[in-house]
């Protein structure tokens, strides 16, 4: 997954290095520095790697930090490792992963990511597969045609042969975290939020939301009381229990001193969204 899509996000990285005050050759210099601590005192936290390139004078506020990180993560030289102190600390890929595993044909990769793609995603289309990657459109049909044998066509996408289309122990309704995986994993998200856009804020916050039949009918927050279902539209009494009990199961994992789900109303649904996403 690395050498398929690395490459295309770099560049991007590397635009923002130059508008935070990181010249390319600061770039190559802090990457080198970053790698270099790791490799003679990994595992380093944030904070720690900052203080050596601060010492170096490599410029690391604003974010200018996290995307000298990122620029040598994309370069495969490092990756999250442990955590110190509560923090998640960075080690040196090659020290924690052991040595880079030998390189396989091209269509080997589209065909190992479409393939487990499809596993979590399908039924789903080559434009999924590219939004959810970032691989080119071209790419993303060539992976899922090297599939063309293990699956079939459902719902105006493909999905794995071998999975099932309906399942009867998927549950009714679900109460999903923040950032959730569902809202990032198709080009659209209108079959799982319909009218109810405001899931996904103006400045790019996808708060907790509550689904009913695999749709979106609210959001929920969890003060010290308990959970908080906030409603977006009518559900009926099994789908409020369910959501109840759900609640209930999020509080008991999370260990929440707090009391059982209460409801109430937010805002109507708003006009049919206008584009897809």
């Known amino acids: 997954m690395h050498r398929l899509t690395a490459h295309r996000v770099l560049p991007g990285v590397q635009t923002r290095l130059r508008t935070l005050g990181v010249t390319m050759g600061?770039?190559?210099?802090?990457?080198?520095?970053?790698?270099?601590?790791?490799e003679d005192d990994g595992p380093l936290t944030r904070l720690q790697l900052r203080d050596r390139l601060d010492h170096a004078g490599i410029t690391t506020g604003g974010q200018a930090l996290v995307h000298v990180l990122t620029a040598a993560?994309?370069?495969g030289l490092v990756v999250r490792g442990p955590l110190v102190d509560g923090q998640h600390a960075f080690v040196s890929t090659e020290r924690w992963l052991g040595p880079e595993p030998v390189a396989t044909?091209?269509?080997?990769?589209l065909h190992r990511l479409?393939?487990?793609?499809?596993v979590g995603h399908g039924p789903a289309t080559p434009a999924d597969l590219a939004y959810w990657t970032g691989i080119t459109l071209g790419d993303a049909r060539r992976a899922v045609d090297?599939?063309?044998?293990?699956?079939?066509e459902v719902d105006g996408g493909v999905m794995l042969a071998a999975s099932p289309t309906t399942s009867s122990a998927q549950p009714r309704v679900r109460l999903l975290g923040a950032f959730?995986?569902?809202l990032?994993?198709?080009?659209?998200?209108?079959?799982?939020?319909?009218v109810h856009r405001s899931v996904v804020t103006t400045n790019g916050i996808f708060r907790a939301s509550c689904l009913v039949g695999g749709r979106a009918v609210g959001t929920w927050t969890l003060p010290a009381t308990g959970p908080v279902i906030e409603l977006l539209e009518e559900v009926d009494d099994e789908g409020r229990d369910a959501l109840v009990a759900d609640a209930a199961d999020v509080t008991r994992f999370l260990g929440h001193g707090g009391g059982p789900a209460t409801f109430r109303t937010g805002s109507r649904p708003g006009p049919p969204p206008s584009a897809p996403g």
């Open 114 to 118: 479409a393939r487990r793609y499809l």
């Open 26 to 38: 600061d770039e190559e210099r802090g990457v080198v520095i970053v790698v270099d601590a790791l």
């Open 105 to 109: 044909d091209r269509d080997d990769d």
């Open 73 to 75: 993560s994309l370069r």
């Open 180 to 182: 959730d995986p569902l």
């Open 146 to 152: 090297t599939l063309a044998d293990e699956v079939r």
């Open 184 to 194: 990032h994993g198709w080009s659209s998200r209108t079959p799982f939020l319909g």
